[in-house]
């Protein structure tokens, strides 16, 4: 294989045959392709893109570049993937309820991007656990419990690590293209028999119109039907958080407040409709209203409760966690309330700074690699359209010390636009793409 004739083939606007493709990708998992080559195809990919075909392509020879996972078990295998938020952990609560409905999910999961948290950050905010699980491991607890959070192995989609890392230094992350075979290249090599996507729209997201949000949820969905998996996607709002709390530890707590004494919220709602959809789509439901009316009766009969704690006690964690998580979750240091600074109604949260505030609190990454803190980020953050009077709490600030605390203030106080206008509500499912 000829990598200088695929990238010129790329430049000319033309897409480089299916062999030809995935032999670019073996060449970035074993090395042979080199950083100055993959910047160039990543480029050129941006520029020109690579239609359909190629992205299905493309996606199968990234996820064929490494181990591809074999389940023996006596359900569909499944997942569900976000492209990210703020206050998005509806993973902690769907993966557990959804195990208890029949399925298996062998979730491999990231870190904290930009402004979003991480699902795997959040986990580790539990005292003792630990992510990085060996393949039998995670194999064993997928089979015993349903299902498993962790991180990906090296041998999971290898050639994607690498061109990722060299598309974050060659403004190159934006193409839906590599976008989409990135999520997918990973995804696939799960075993996945069913897959359903949240893409994300609005202040909080990456994908800030509807129109971008489509694009990238047609390309996933078409993209991964073409591979070969069933996948549907949800276009969801994201102009404010999903849970009211921002942060590792405090999104946790999110978590087991929903498990333990359930009642409806935006970050249940949008579980129920993601699993309902997940299990229709993989034949565990006769319809997605039954598929939903399973995830609401697993979370509210506390299945999922129980399933959660089992994870957490063979990732590392307490036995007692879900009986005592108020005891074990770190707490920080300074917690400040935010006040109104005027009358009116809430009329538009920014949702990216929220999440900044977060990462500048230490509850993300500003260079990789980075320490984060687990205890800091914002609890009690109020609602698109809420009426509220001079003084009233727009949300609590949780930081490591008092310096922090008030750099935070200040630009959550920013973020949160206070007038007399009524604000566009949203549905928190925009669109559904099949």
Partial sequence: MDARAVIAELRQGETPSREDLRDFANGLASGDISDAQAGAFAMAVCLNGLGEEGRVALTEAMRDSGEILNWDVPGPVVDKHSTGGVGDCVSLLLAPALASCGVYIPMISGRGLGHTGGTLDKLEAIPGVSTEVGKQEFREIVEDIGFAIVSASADIAPADKRLYA?????????????????????????????????????????????????????????????????????????????????????????????????????????????????????????????????????????????????????????????????????????????????????????????????????????????????????????????????????????????????????????AIQIGNATPEQRPLVIERVT
């Fill in 166 to 414: 060299v598309r974050d230094v060659t403004a190159t992350v934006e193409s839906v293209d590599l976008i989409t075979a990135s999520i997918l290249s990973k995804k696939l090599a799960s075993g996945l028999e069913a897959l359903v996507l949240d893409i994300k729209c609005g202040s909080g997201a990456f994908m800030e119109t509807v129109e971008d949000a489509r694009a990238l949820a047609q390309s996933l969905v078409n993209t991964g039907n073409g591979a070969g998996c069933k996948t549907a996607g949800l276009i969801t709002d994201m102009n404010q958080p999903l849970a009211s709390s921002l942060g590792n530890a405090l999104e946790i707590m999110e978590i087991i407040k929903a498990l333990t004494e359930p009642h409806q919220t935006p970050l249940q709602d949008l579980t129920v409709e993601l699993g309902g959809t997940l299990l229709a789509l993989s034949g565990q439901a006769d319809t997605e209203a039954k598929g939903q009316t399973m995830i609401r009766q697993s979370i509210e009969g506390g299945h999922a409760a129980e399933g959660f704690g089992k994870m957490i006690v063979r990732m590392g964690g307490p036995k007692d966690f879900i009986e005592r998580w108020r005891d074990r979750l770190p707490a920080a240091r300074f917690v400040i309330d935010i006040p109104a600074r005027e009358n009116g109604r809430v009329i538009a949260i920014d949702g990216q700074a929220l999440g900044q505030a977060v990462v500048h609190l230490g509850g993300g990454r500003l260079v990789g690699g980075a320490r984060i803190d687990p205890s800091v980020g914002l609890s009690h953050v109020i609602r698109l359209g809420a009426v509220v009077q001079q003084g009233d709490v727009l949300a609590r600030v949780h930081a490591a010390n008092e310096v922090d605390a008030r750099i935070a203030v200040k630009s959550v106080t920013d």
